[in-house]
């Protein structure tokens, strides 16, 4: 056998060279090529995510480094220390080393799309239909008062991320591991750290375990102390370090409710201590709303004398205690008054609130003196205030966080025209999504109930497995949306605090209003097959489950009662009237 000289064999390919160029490649093309697929198949979710994507990009290059806003001192300059928890800080604190100002608003915008991403892809899991799942997102990306809350440097989306992660996390599986429980518990708990008003997310995680784990009751209590020892780790850790800073054991050391029920009582039949009276705000003092009352350095509530031998606290919660036993009902009227505002048509001022402008867009670097001021130059100065009761030092914006302000006239105008000109969810869709959710909310249980009924906890995990992990889905985000919105609401009004009813709402909506058509369509299928000749249905058709996207789901006589039959007749019947026998086909693709 003749050998090739050295110099004339063929070179080889070495692992690193062409060859894995080529199938790096083509690795390439093949995720490309499946991108543009799946963005095909999710054309309106991927309409919604680019326009989206479009808004944030203008609100980016309209305002530099980011806009600010008063609460904003807290977390760079640690004004009013123990005002409020501040795991945002922490948050900056990171990004800051690598970043400035505008580097945060970009993560944050960043943020509001994987939320929505988030959402979509736990609703199609469900078999949501796509269509009815990209509505369901279109308020967080395309809505106005979202993509100002993004480009402010506040904790607030950071929070909405927080909870939407958990959330998603808690549902993603039919039974939750003890893994996702561990990891939604130390998310939820996080999220109160950003803003106290996360610890109510406690609750739909509960709820959610309580409904969906089966094995009897020392398992749901087993996964249920899981849970909550994990939301309670971040919670208890923050607390104690407060604590050993020689600071109160809390998340922080204020939220009371003395500003609303200062705001709500008629102080002239109101029966009072002496020393209490100068607590009760005059008329004038009350129209300027529960914010001024809880938080200016000129409210009553600041500069009441305490006698010797008494404390401010201790004061305000007697005054607290007398307006309750005295005057309940105007304090109810206020705060459900409150509660409805939110479903208003359009977004305008409301008395004795935090101003809505401070929410909008601007025309021109927006100013809040004295926390916030802007020279002609641009140069920000910044009144710093340790406490209400003590004087304002000033200085300018560190350089390092950004530099001076700009602001691109044009494209911030277009953003303010688009804002006041109806880019914003309207309060009756909020509404509509309310209902739905609420009605969702209330099969899921009644289903619950009518299983526990017929066949006992054993019937826990095939129930969950079924349709029923729709309407869990709808009520776990309702709950969640009820809880947040609620409870804020105790303490003020405020077009801010609603924000997250736009992660929480329309899903829960959109969930609600599929698991109240699936139910109505059962119950048609199921009255035209009574009168029926039975057959024994197949076997394959009985092991069907929704749990995957894309599987059908079971008949409906599969669904209900303990006899599964079904007849040829009534199949026909349901494919002919579009029943959720393939997930593909519902959604009209």
């Given at each position: 056998m003749i050998q090739q000289p050295p110099e004339l064999a063929q070179p080889q390919a070495s692992p690193a060279g062409p060859s894995a160029g080529a199938s790096a490649g083509r690795r390439l093309r093949r995720l490309s090529a499946r991108a543009l697929t799946t963005a095909r198949e999710h054309w309106l979710a991927t309409a919604l995510l680019v326009a989206g994507?479009?808004?944030?990009?203008?609100?980016?290059?309209?305002?530099?480094?980011?806009?600010?806003?008063?609460?904003?001192?807290?977390?760079?300059?640690n004004a009013w220390p123990g005002a409020d928890p501040l795991g945002y800080k922490v948050i900056l604190k990171v990004?800051?080393?690598?970043?400035?100002?505008?580097?945060?608003?970009?993560?944050?915008?960043?943020?509001?799309?994987?939320?929505?991403?988030?959402?979509?892809?736990l609703l199609v899991r469900r078999e949501v239909p796509r269509w009815l799942a990209?509505?369901?997102?279109?308020?967080?990306?395309?809505?106005?008062?979202?993509?100002?809350?993004?480009?402010?440097?506040?904790?607030?989306?950071?929070?909405?991320?927080?909870?939407?992660?958990?959330?998603?996390?808690?549902?993603?599986?039919?039974?939750?591991?003890?893994?996702?429980?561990?990891?939604t518990g130390l998310i939820f708990g996080a999220s109160a750290l950003v803003r106290q008003i996360g610890e109510v997310l406690i609750l739909p995680g509960l709820i959610y375990v309580l409904i969906v784990v089966p094995g009897g009751w020392r398992r749901i209590l087993r996964d249920g102390a899981t849970l909550t020892v994990a939301f309670l780790i971040p919670i208890i850790g923050y607390s104690g370090l407060n604590y050993l800073r020689g600071e109160h054991f809390g998340l922080s050391s204020e939220g009371s409710i003395a500003g609303r029920i200062a705001e709500s009582v008629d102080c002239a039949t109101l029966k009072l201590a002496p020393a209490e009276r100068p607590i009760c705000p005059t008329p004038s003092q009350q129209a300027k709303g529960a914010d001024w009352l809880e938080h200016s350095r000129l409210s009553p509530l600041?500069?009441?004398?305490v006698p010797p031998g008494m404390t401010r606290n201790g004061m305000i919660s007697a005054f607290d205690?007398?307006?309750?036993?005295?005057?309940?009902?105007?304090?109810?009227?206020?705060?459900?008054?409150?509660?409805?505002?939110?479903?208003?048509?359009t977004k305008d001022?409301?008395?004795?609130?935090?101003?809505?402008?401070?929410?909008?867009?601007?025309?021109?670097?927006?100013?809040?003196?004295?926390?916030?001021?802007?020279?002609?130059?641009?140069q920000i100065i910044l009144g710093i205030q340790v406490k209400t009761t003590q004087p304002f030092s000033y200085q300018p914006l560190n350089p390092a966080y950004g530099g001076k302000a700009e602001v691109d006239v044009p494209v911030a105008q277009f953003l303010r025209d688009y804002q006041l000109g109806g880019g914003y969810t309207p309060g009756p869709l909020l509404a509509i999504f309310t209902i739905a959710g609420l009605a969702g909310s209330l099969l899921a249980l009644a289903r619950r109930a009518q299983a526990l009924r017929r066949r006992g906890r054993a019937g826990r995990a095939d129930e969950a497995s079924l349709a029923q992990q729709t309407a869990l889905a709808c009520l776990i985000f309702f709950t969640a949306a009820a809880g947040?919105?609620?409870?804020?609401?105790?303490?003020?009004?405020?077009?801010?605090?609603?924000?997250?009813?736009?992660?929480?709402?329309?899903?829960?909506?959109?969930?609600?209003?599929?698991?109240?058509?699936?139910a109505?369509?059962?119950?048609?299928?199921?009255?035209?097959?009574?009168?029926?000749?039975?057959?024994?249905?197949?076997?394959?058709?009985?092991?069907?489950?929704?749990?995957?996207?894309?599987?059908?789901?079971p008949g409906p006589a599969l669904s209900t009662g303990s006899n599964p039959l079904i007849t040829g007749a009534g199949i026909l019947r349901r494919r002919a009237a579009g029943d959720l026998s393939g997930h593909r086909h519902d959604q009209g693709q």
């Open positions: 994507l479009a808004l944030r990009v203008l609100a980016l290059i309209a305002y530099h480094p980011a806009l600010l806003y008063v609460d904003t001192l807290k977390y760079l300059y990004i800051l080393v690598f970043g400035d100002l505008g580097t945060v608003a970009v993560i944050q915008h960043l943020l509001g799309l994987a939320m929505a991403v988030a959402i979509y892809a990209a509505i369901a997102i279109a308020p967080v990306l395309l809505d106005a008062y979202q993509l100002q809350a993004e480009q402010t440097i506040m904790p607030d989306v950071w929070f909405e991320a927080l909870a939407v992660a958990g959330i998603v996390l808690l549902l993603w599986q039919r039974v939750p591991s003890n893994r996702f429980l561990i990891a600041k500069t009441f004398p205690s007398a307006a309750e036993s005295q005057q309940p009902l105007r304090i109810i009227g206020s705060y459900l008054r409150d509660t409805v505002r939110i479903f208003a048509l001022q409301v008395p004795g609130t935090t101003p809505i402008s401070r929410w909008r867009f601007q025309a021109s670097y927006p100013s809040y003196p004295p926390e916030i001021t802007t020279r002609p130059d641009g947040i919105l609620l409870v804020s609401d105790i303490f003020e009004f405020s077009w801010r605090y609603q924000l997250p009813a736009l992660v929480t709402l329309p899903p829960a909506g959109a969930l609600g209003i599929w698991v109240l058509w699936r109505r369509h059962r119950v048609a299928v199921t009255t035209t097959t009574d009168d029926a000749q039975p057959v024994t249905a197949p076997a394959s058709a009985i092991a069907l489950s929704n749990d995957t996207p894309g599987t059908p789901a």
